[in-house]
């Protein structure tokens, strides 16, 4: 890659490296954009501009990311040359430690930074990041990347029926635990599905693990701390036919927990800190059992290394500090429209064998966009029936006749409080895709002045169009035919342009002759 400042009538083609208002960092220079920036008065630019021998930041990192992604990832799409993964179901990170490092130590400008393994971690909770550091990598350390497979993984939690077994100490001690036990059970989407409560004997405990033998996993809190492998609980244990894996642990607090196993099923004896909400040994140990990972002798020993869980600050985060997440952005297609250019029901025209809406639909659905939601007018019947067997919602909008603003105040008010924003489609745009609205969600940033994200070609808006949450009391106050375009000119310094690569974001089929040649094409 070439990289350095050159006279502004040479950059055409290349890659803008500083922003020079009115166009960000990252932009491919057209004619345009050059004629633009000497009616401004500039005369020089630092642009880079690829070799044969290079790979473009977003293209290697979406290779990257494609490789190193296994089960349960959700990889989002690239823009300025980061891709993030996320989790797709609660349940913990597997992370290969020496595959990272390996990766790191290819080039410097390949970085991926991911969760320490084991984390847990909820559903569209970031995992990794793949970040190409300049515009572009050497192609061989991009392939030598993707060579490393797959780094990064989740074990899902899994639906548990666990019995408690608790002897000794008081009724209230025993209802204070399982309080404790069944709140830490429901976060990971297990229940309590069989308790005892007994005298601190090997015999009656011995018996009450023999009934336990059916439930998912056997949780057991005892009057009293394990001191040793031959104390009442492992002694129960091995008396209904169990055996020991493994006796203390490297965490603290949880020292004292024991791990055992009875016809396969993995049965715990619980230190005195599971009593409490904070996290502990017990927390690390119960994530894996539901998880359907091992926790013998081996596993234990390894849990050492950020262990020392009493000296974490346990004050509550500040808003700022919650785990990365994929944005929950919502999708509004808007097919209210009574399609008087055309001189009949364009939405329901086959475009290939499908119907016009159903094409912008599918892209919706297929994105990472959730939910999405539909807004009908003008022949509803016919569009819901365009769109059958879709999982949409529907918003119908019997003021359609108002304009584009009462559709898109409709879709707005359907979308659920937690949208972090709004994707909003034409229902008659044929060749919007999946990818172009994912690399809108991937731009999406407010913190870093991208709230409004618009797909763009060659410096040309068009649509979809992806609004953050603050937007959307300003376009609940739109009137008559008009979307919120208008918006981008009062927020300028808050769009961001995603460049589509294709037409896409400019084709709509507003009339005959536009069909037809579209067609045609």
């Known amino acids: 890659m070439t990289f350095g400042s050159v006279p502004i009538r040479d950059a055409e083609g290349a890659i803008l490296a500083h922003s020079v208002r009115p166009l960000r960092k990252g932009r491919v220079l057209s004619a345009e954009d050059i004629a633009q920036l000497e009616a401004a008065g500039v005369r020089e630019v630092v642009v880079a501009r690829l070799e044969p ?115 000794g100490g008081s009724a209230k001690l025993m209802d204070k635990t399982r309080g ?87 049965v715990v004896g619980l230190p005195g800190c599971a009593r409490s909400p904070k996290l502990n040994g017990f927390d690390f140990v119960l994530w894996r059992i539901a998880a359907g990972l091992p926790v013998g002798r081996e596993e234990i020993a390894t849990m050492g290394v950020g262990g020392l869980l009493g000296e974490i600050p346990t004050r509550p985060q500040p808003r700022d500090e919650r785990p990365a997440a994929l944005p929950r952005i919502g999708a509004v297609v808007l097919a209210a429209g009574r399609s008087s250019r055309m001189g009949a029901n364009k939405l329901t025209t086959e475009i290939e064998g499908k119907p016009l809406v159903r094409r912008a639909a599918e892209a919706a659905l297929a994105s990472a966009a959730d939910p999405v939601v ?95 949450r603050r937007f959307f009391p300003e376009m609940l106050a739109l009137e008559g035919d008009t979307g919120a375009k208008a918006l981008m000119t009062a927020y300028d310094e808050l769009v961001v342009e995603v460049e589509a690569g294709d037409d896409s974001p400019l084709i709509d089929l507003d009339t005959q002759e536009a069909l037809d040649a579209y067609r045609r094409r």
């Open 374 to 468: 539909v807004v009908t007018g003008h022949a509803p019947e016919a569009v819901r029936q365009a769109l059958d067997g879709l999982d949409l919602r529907f918003a119908d909008n019997p003021d359609f006749t108002k304009g584009l603003s009462a559709s898109l105040k409709r879709g707005v008010n359907a979308l659920p409080e937690d949208c972090d924003g709004a994707v909003v489609l034409l229902g008659d745009m044929p060749d919007v895709s999946a990818v172009l609205v994912d690399r809108l969600i991937a731009a999406f940033d407010p913190a870093e002045n991208r709230a409004i994200c618009v797909a763009a070609r060659n410096g040309r808006r068009g649509n979809p169009v992806l609004w953050a």
């Open 180 to 266: 404790v036990i069944e709140a830490r059970l429901a976060s990971i989407g297990s229940r309590i599905g069989l308790e005892r409560r007994t005298s601190h004997e090997i015999g009656a405990l011995a018996a009450a693990i023999k009934e336990a033998k059916g439930c998912d996993a056997i949780l057991i809190m005892g009057a009293s701390a394990i001191a040793d492998r031959r104390d009442v609980v492992p002694a129960a244990i091995a008396a209904a036919g169990g055996s020991i894996d493994a006796f203390g642990m490297p965490v603290d607090p949880g020292n004292l927990l024991l791990t055992a196993r009875l016809e396969g099923k993995p």
């Open 53 to 167: 021998s290079d790979i473009g930041e977003d293209d290697a990192a979406s290779r990257i990311a494609a490789s190193c992604a296994g089960d349960g990832v959700r990889i989002g799409a690239a823009f300025t040359g980061r891709a993030n993964l996320y989790a797709t179901a609660p349940g913990l990170a597997l992370i290969d430690a020496a595959k990272v490092d390996a990766l790191n130590r290819l080039d410097e400008s390949i970085t991926l930074a991911t969760l320490a393994p084991f984390a847990r971690v909820a559903s569209r909770q970031m995992l990794a990041t793949i970040k190409i550091v300049p515009f572009a990598a050497p192609r061989a350390c991009v392939e030598a990347a993707a060579a490393l497979g797959e780094i990064v993984k989740i074990a899902p939690f899994r639906p548990m029926r666990v019995a408690l077994l608790m002897t």
